[in-house]
Structure formats: structure tokens, C-alpha cells
């Protein structure tokens, strides 16, 4: 660049140097589902970083594929579980990831679901598992991440069909009712020692029910001559 004076003669040469800076970005471009028939909740966008997948019941495994830009680096699974969490506790990670992959640009993941068919007793069943994703830009430090939960849709019914008392010589007070969840069982200690209450299911949710032992652990209230005591099934008053 030169600034040349009136007389024509005298000039002033000046330089400009003009420094570039690359924009780094660490966003997704998208995330696949499968063969495209589960629903992303909510629908995929690059600043939304929380999403969930419902899948059937009886559906083990999963596909998952995460893109970005070719020069950036996705990994999914265990491989951003450790990204993210830095250090493990005590060997172990915070989030529970069997494996993980990773790739330049997009990566493929395989969700394993729990498998919930021979719990041991008092064991619950879990219903899902959580995906991190961790996305790098290109100059190894602009990251982003991201999080899928997929979920097995299972019921969630959660209400007694009865309660009964069986031959004890108590009332349910007041008479069951799905809604109501207290109750009391009133009788004369002279009358009996011992109060059996049992905790009737819905047997169209067997799934759900017979895996958690959800119908154990009931209790109910004997008022003997104005003293209140606790009994629980098939135990002293």
C-alpha cells in the first residue's frame, strides 16, 4: 500500500498483513437411529445436547452413528465416558459404559440393553443406558458433548388390584381403592395374634411386577384397647 503526496513525488509505502484465524467448531452434524425407525426425542439439532430413544421391550441391541465435520474426532461410549470424566473412581466409571468407539468425522456405536430375565431376588431391573458422545475440533481443544439415553419402553403401572385381609378378624379401613395407599386394619387383640394381609397384582402387567417382587412388603395398624401397634405380614402384634 502507498500514499503518494500532491507533489507527486513523495510516497509513503505502508504493509498490511493480514493474519487468519481459523473458527473451530465441535458440533454434530447429526446422530442416526438404527435404520431410522426409532424416534430421536427431542428431534436432532446441534446445539440440543440431551436426547432419548424409546425401543421395544423384546429389542437387546442398538445402533447408534454420530457425525461431524471430517477433521473432527467423535467418540461414543466408553471412549467419552473417560474424556468426560477426566479420571475413573476407585477404577471405575461414573457412567456405566460396557465399550466404546471412536473414529475421524463419525463414529458407529452398538448399545447393549440390560438383560433383565434371570434378576436375582430384591434385584431391580434396569430399563436403559446412557451413550456419551464427545466430539473435537480439528486444533485439539474445541470440544462439545453430547448424551443418548435409550430407554426400554416398559409399563408404568404402578397401582394395586386389591388388598386382602384374608380370615383376620380386622376391616380395611378405608375400603381399598387403587388411588388410596393408607390404610388401616383395626381389631381386639383377644381376638386374634396374628393379621394376614396380602397384596393383590395386576396380572396384564406381569412383566413389570414379577421381576421387581413388587407385591411384598405390606403392612397394616391394630388398635388394641387405644394402643396403636405395627404389625407386619404374618408377624406379632
Known amino acids: 500500500m502507498c500514499a503518494i503526496a500532491p507533489d507527486r513525488k513523495t510516497t509513503t509505502d505502508y504493509e498490511l ?3 487468519v484465524t481459523p473458527l473451530f467448531h465441535a458440533k454434530l452434524a447429526s446422530i442416526q437411529i438404527g435404520e431410522g425407525e426409532y424416534e430421536l426425542k427431542p428431534a436432532f439439532d446441534p446445539s440440543v445436547q440431551y436426547y432419548t430413544v424409546d425401543i421395544p421391550l423384546d429389542k437387546m441391541h442398538l445402533h447408534l452413528e454420530a457425525s461431524a465435520d471430517s477433521e473432527s474426532t467423535v467418540s ?4 467419552a465416558a473417560e474424556i468426560e470424566e477426566g479420571v475413573k473412581e476407585n477404577g471405575k466409571h461414573k457412567i456405566d459404559v460396557p465399550h466404546g468407539a471412536i473414529g475421524k468425522g463419525k ?7 440390560h438383560d433383565n430375565t434371570h434378576l436375582p431376588p430384591h434385584v431391580p431391573p434396569r430399563w436403559s443406558r446412557q451413550v456419551p458422545i464427545h466430539v473435537l475440533a480439528s486444533d ?7 448424551m443418548v439415553t435409550v430407554n426400554h419402553m416398559v ?6 388390584k386389591n388388598i386382602s385381609v384374608g380370615d383376620s378378624p380386622c376391616i380395611l379401613d378405608p375400603p381399598f381403592t387403587p388411588d388410596v395407599t393408607e390404610y388401616a386394619c383395626m381389631f381386639w387383640w383377644e381376638k386374634s395374634k396374628y393379621v394376614e394381609v396380602a397384596a393383590h397384582k395386576h396380572t396384564t402387567h406381569r412383566h413389570t411386577q414379577t ?5 411384598t412388603q ?3 395398624h391394630a388398635d388394641t384397647q387405644n394402643t ?3 404389625t407386619h405380614r404374618h408377624s406379632d402384634t
Do not use: C, I, N, P
Open 218 to 220: 405390606t403392612r397394616t
Open 155 to 160: 409399563s408404568r403401572f404402578s397401582k394395586l
Open 211 to 215: 421381576r421387581t417382587h413388587a407385591d
Open 17 to 19: 498483513v493480514v493474519a
Open 76 to 79: 461414543m461410549g466408553r471412549e
Open 107 to 113: 463414529a458407529k456405536y452398538e448399545v447393549h440393553m
Open 140 to 146: 485439539g481443544k474445541t470440544s462439545e458433548d453430547y
Open 228 to 230: 396403636d401397634t405395627q
